[in-house]
């Protein structure tokens, strides 16, 4: 059963901090690994994929992947209240079907 | 393009009814899904289509069956509703496999 962790939160950043989001699989094989916005109420929508191990900065967003401890995290620079939303972690292995987490709620506060 | 569209937004079932969720995309993508999301249960992967003439089932096809009509267009079939089908339905599609687009979803009630 592959397995997709996240902490649920809700996780609280003032305005202009840094919001660090956290994901685990079980799955040694994944291969891709997204991250998923979904605002209250919304569909998720795709923020950033990532493949390799190291990080992949877009913007003020930073997607951190290490294969060996099968850890993936996204970091959000500069959080806006904007920013409020539910935060999904998806893996892949090869062409097969994504494995959601649960996700987890970010509150950021002016 | 309207991307990813579901129909109907909002449905009110009673328990042994049955309906068919609509799906259709205009983005010419191959593969085709189907998702229900609970609260606290994250999106769970229903039924799927890899490609036009093939349907596959995902971590929870029971009650559920599905039809790919052509290119566009994935349907979704609750037979005899249940209560424990309450839930929003989630349709996607990707052609390359980085990204899924979602629909608006579905908002599904069986009393």
């Known amino acids: 059963q592959k397995e997709v962790e996240q902490n649920s939160g809700p996780l609280s950043v003032p305005e202009g901090a840094i919001a660090s989001l956290n994901c685990t699989y079980s799955?040694?094989?994944?291969?891709?690994f997204f991250w998923y916005r979904q605002y209250s109420g919304k569909s998720p929508e795709l923020i950033m994929f990532?493949?390799?191990?190291g990080d992949k900065e877009d913007g003020r967003f930073t997607a951190q992947l290490n294969k060996a401890s099968q850890y993936v995290s996204l970091l959000i620079r500069d959080s806006q209240p904007s920013d409020s939303a539910t935060y999904l972690c998806?893996?892949?292995?090869?062409?097969?079907?994504?494995?959601f987490g649960k996700g987890t709620m970010l509150l950021v506060s002016p | 393009n309207a991307g990813v569209t579901q129909t109907p937004k909002f449905q009110v079932l009673k328990t042994g009814q049955s309906m068919t969720l609509q799906c259709a995309q205009d983005?010419?993508?191959?593969?085709m899904y189907w998702y229900r999301q609970d609260p606290g249960m994250g999106l769970r992967l229903i039924y799927y289509?890899?490609?036009?003439?093939?349907?596959d089932k995902g971590e929870v096809p029971n009650g559920y069956n599905v039809s790919r009509l052509n290119k566009r267009e994935f349907s979704l079939r609750l037979e005899s509703a249940a209560p424990s089908q309450t839930s929003v339905y989630f349709c996607?599609?990707?052609?390359?496999?980085?990204?899924?687009?979602f629909g608006p979803g579905t908002r599904l009630t069986v009393t």
């Open positions: 289509s890899a490609s036009e003439g093939t349907t």
């Open positions: 996607a599609s990707t052609d390359s496999g980085h990204e899924q687009y």
């Open positions: 990532i493949y390799s191990n």
């Open positions: 983005m010419n993508h191959n593969s």
């Open positions: 799955d040694r094989g994944s291969q891709s």
């Open positions: 998806a893996v892949k292995r090869g062409y097969s079907t994504l494995t």
